[in-house]
């Protein structure tokens, strides 16, 4: 796919939505999440749990290279 406009008008974009029956507005902002058991103070995490995995040895580069 390849990008061939970019809409920055605010009124001609919910004109767009609103005729192809979209919302208009952005969705309702959830309440946050407690972090999970494992991420707290005092969670202890030993090497026969699943969750514990070792940090790689390599930087892992998550750059985009199209």
Same mark, same amino acid.
């Given at each position: /796919?390849? +990008? +061939?406009?970019? #809409?920055?008008?605010?009124? *001609?974009?919910?004109? +767009?939505?609103?005729?192809?029956?979209?919302?208009?507005?952005?969705?309702?902002? /959830? !309440? *946050?999440?407690? $972090?999970?058991? &494992?991420? /707290?103070?005092?969670?202890?995490?030993?090497?026969?749990? *699943?969750?514990?995995? $070792?940090?790689?040895?390599?930087?892992?580069?998550? !750059? #985009?290279? &199209?």
């Amino acid at each position: /796919m390849r +990008i +061939i406009a970019f #809409i920055t008008d605010a009124g *001609a974009v919910r004109e +767009i939505l609103s005729h192809l029956g979209e919302p208009t507005s952005p969705p309702r902002l /959830m !309440r *946050a999440r407690a $972090p999970p058991l &494992w991420e /707290m103070q005092g969670a202890t995490m030993g090497e026969d749990e *699943a969750q514990a995995q $070792p940090v790689p040895e390599y930087e892992f580069d998550q !750059r #985009i290279a &199209w």
